[in-house]
């Protein structure tokens, strides 16, 4: 959660963003955004609940394809404020088509907000779904691609020009040569404002034990000679590998 937490204030999300998390699990980046979202209404707009209400029913979107955990996940928005309407049972990787709420499609939200599978065994080898994808088999044909690959293709397709996507991503993306060419198409795609080392231990409680880095990319901005990206290293994110309490450096982070 304090992860998720940080993720969202690093976006620093607004009541008009349309958001998505096309790998929404149990809900939290959604919670966490209508949880931002009503702080910052109170804080600037006065308590105008009526535009806290137009964000939760209709500005935040998330696709889980586990029906059990989908239903879930919207029992947990009913509880803290509504917005579970828009959670679609669905894969977060398939045919924009097969969705229910034609509102997901290509080049519409501002903000992506997701945790994809980190597992480096989480494969996709249904080609239905890789020759939709550059990174699948859409230019070079491939038997597999790890998912979270395939889920980076995915989050910047559903931002608009200038949209936001906050995604945690395996090491190994970052820097295995093997993978050089998915840290091409991003930087193709647009300019990575951040990326924020935490510790190993970070996903243990979730069932992950991956090195990872939460990555911050702003869609098809052309990066110039004053551009830079902000680069965070930290051990402390307020719990540590048993899952007790522990000091919490991601506010300094955000700072």
Known sequence: RE?????VRMVKLNVNDLVIDPACGSGGFLLYSLNYVREEIQGSYGGDTAALFEFANYRLYGIEKNERIARAAMMDMIVHGDGHSNI??????????????????????NI??????????????????????ELGSK??????????????????????????????LDDGILKNSTLR??????????????????????????????????????????PSKNDYVFMASIDHIGFDSTGRSDRNDLPIVLE
Do not use: W
């Open 139 to 168: 230019i070079k044909h491939r038997l597999k691609q790890r998912l979270s690959i395939l889920f980076i293709e995915r989050c910047l397709e559903l931002l608009k020009s200038k949209g936001k996507l906050g995604i945690v």
């Open 112 to 133: 992506t907000l997701t945790n994809p599978p980190l597992s480096t065994k989480s494969y996709e080898t249904n080609q239905n779904i890789l020759k939709h994808f």
């Open 88 to 109: 679609e049972h669905g894969d977060g990787l398939q045919a924009y088509e097969l969705y229910d709420r034609k509102i997901i499609s290509k080049n519409k939200f």
């Open 181 to 222: 060419y998915v840290r091409e198409f991003i930087l193709g795609k647009g300019k990575v404002m951040a990326i924020v080392s935490v510790p190993k231990h970070t996903f243990i409680p979730s069932g992950a034990d991956v090195k990872a880095s939460l990555v911050f990319i702003e869609k098809y901005v052309k």
């Open 3 to 7: 992860i998720v937490d940080f993720m």
